[in-house]
């Protein structure tokens, strides 16, 4: 290693985040969607950037942007996104663009560094058309027909139409080459507060958990809400409550230390206030990094709804809708950022897995990759309150370049 490590710029890395945050500003955090106009100047915005860190920028036919080097030596992909949920936060995605872009101006444009770090802006991470497209793009698990059925959660819009819109239609999307990069870095804002209760300043991130997601869907029988008696009603809506209630009640027997679940969204049909509801359903997730967890527990739910049709009065199915393996971070990978911890963070750092699903986790399928969290105020995200102190977000950066640099064999 160097007697001294590279030089980050936090004033930069500052500009950098407040320029993109007032891209699509929305109270103190934004409001960009997939393919909005926001989100389309955040991509031209570091399509600009690029080129003065060593790179060319290119679109290709996903909306994902590439900055590529051609300095000999080892190369290091690095990145994350800039869309962002719904009026949500600031730093979701676009805190790893940056660093991965400041990453490359310390070290691309050092003579005497060997290697490159390669930037990747990956589109549509927070799932507006699908379940991260971008980065499955990358590594080849997202097909043409995929992308003729995808359409935009909020407005329906499909992403042909949305590609057309952007100027993409027609534009080859890219791959990895095998064997380009040495690995896949990504940084984060941890979106909880093990970092900010703990007086952490780095997270080293283990695993990345599966997101599993189901539809349950309750038939019963719609009729009138004043004429019928409560001893022969089959409310759908009720079966769904109780449903919720029993999965609280009896998951705790069969999870895992820390596996989540989570009732997303309810449906009533017809939905209105003097009618009994004939149809119900319910957008349900479940999130743990062991696979043999989430089986224990997809059986356990589908024993409750034999259940429940055996004993009426309404009826049950369950849909997988999402089946999305755990990752493991690269051990390798962890060193080099618990390594540039201890030089430039005083060491503050904690192994941790994601509770989130990244796109590290995509990238994983095809090289090594590793992932670094900097704390989360009060441990809020996708929201647009979320924020992350000027200081943590300088030592991430710190931390991140000087990762990448020992990643690197610099």
Same mark, same amino acid.
């Given at each position: 290693?160097?007697?001294? =490590?590279?030089?980050?710029?936090?004033?930069?890395?500052? +500009?950098?985040?407040?320029?993109?945050?007032?891209?699509?500003?929305?109270?103190? /955090?934004?409001? &960009? =969607?997939?393919?909005?106009?926001? *989100?389309?100047?955040?991509?031209?915005?570091? $399509?600009?950037?690029? =080129?003065?860190?060593?790179?060319?920028?290119?679109?290709?036919?996903?909306?994902?942007?590439?900055?590529? @080097?051609?300095? =000999?030596?080892? &190369? #290091?992909?690095?990145? @994350? *996104?800039?869309?962002?949920?719904?009026? $949500?936060?600031? #730093?979701?995605?676009?805190?790893?663009?940056?660093?991965? #872009?400041? %990453? +490359?101006?310390?070290?691309?444009?050092?003579? +005497?560094?060997? /290697?490159?770090?390669?930037? %990747?802006?990956?589109?549509d991470e927070e799932g507006h058309f699908g379940s991260f497209l971008g980065s499955r793009s990358f590594v080849g698990q997202v097909t043409e027909a995929e992308i003729d059925a995808a359409r935009d959660r909020t407005s329906g819009r499909t992403m042909r139409e949305a590609l057309a819109d952007m100027g993409l239609s027609g534009r080859a999307r890219v791959t990895a080459e095998p064997g380009r990069h040495v690995g896949y870095l990504e940084a984060h804002i941890e979106q909880g507060d093990t970092l900010e209760s703990g007086r952490l300043a780095i997270g080293v991130v283990t695993s990345i958990v599966g997101i599993w997601q189901y539809r349950i869907n309750f038939a019963g029988e719609q009729n009138h809400a004043g004429t019928t008696r409560m001893a022969v009603r089959k409310d759908a809506g009720l079966a769904l409550a109780k449903f919720c209630v029993a999965i609280d009640q009896r998951f705790p027997e069969t999870c895992g230390s820390r596996t989540v679940w989570t009732t997303g969204r309810i449906t009533l049909d017809p939905g209105a206030p003097s009618i009994i509801p004939g149809g119900a359903e319910m957008l349900f997730q479940i999130r743990d990094d062991d696979p043999?967890?989430?089986?224990?527990?997809?059986?356990?739910?589908?024993?409750?709804?034999?259940?429940v049709n055996a004993k009426g009065p309404c009826t049950v199915t369950i849909t997988k809708l999402r089946t999305g393996a755990p990752a493991m971070m690269n051990s390798g990978f962890q060193d080099a950022i618990e390594g540039a911890s201890k030089a430039l963070a005083g060491g503050r750092s904690i192994r941790m897995p994601s509770g989130a699903g990244h796109d590290a986790q995509m990238l994983a399928t095809v090289m090594p990759a590793a992932m670094l969290f900097v704390p989360s105020i009060g441990g809020i995200s996708h929201h647009w309150t979320e924020n992350t102190a000027d200081s943590d977000i300088v030592t991430g950066a710190e931390v991140f370049v000087d990762a990448c640099s020992r990643i690197l064999g610099g």
């Open positions: 290693m160097p007697d001294t =490590p590279p030089r980050t710029e936090g004033k930069r890395v500052l +500009a950098d985040l407040n320029a993109l945050r007032a891209i699509g500003t929305y109270k103190t /955090g934004v409001h &960009k =969607p997939t393919f909005s106009e926001p *989100h389309r100047q955040s991509l031209d915005w570091l $399509a600009q950037k690029l =080129p003065d860190a060593g790179l060319s920028a290119a679109i290709d036919g996903v909306g994902n942007v590439f900055g590529t @080097s051609t300095k =000999p030596g080892p &190369k #290091l992909l690095a990145g @994350s *996104h800039l869309e962002s949920q719904n009026y $949500a936060g600031w #730093l979701d995605g676009p805190l790893g663009v940056v660093y991965a #872009l400041e %990453a +490359a101006r310390v070290l691309n444009g050092d003579p +005497a560094f060997k /290697g490159a770090v390669e930037v %990747a802006c990956w589109c043999a967890v989430i089986a224990r527990l997809e059986q356990l739910l589908r024993t409750m709804a034999d259940e």
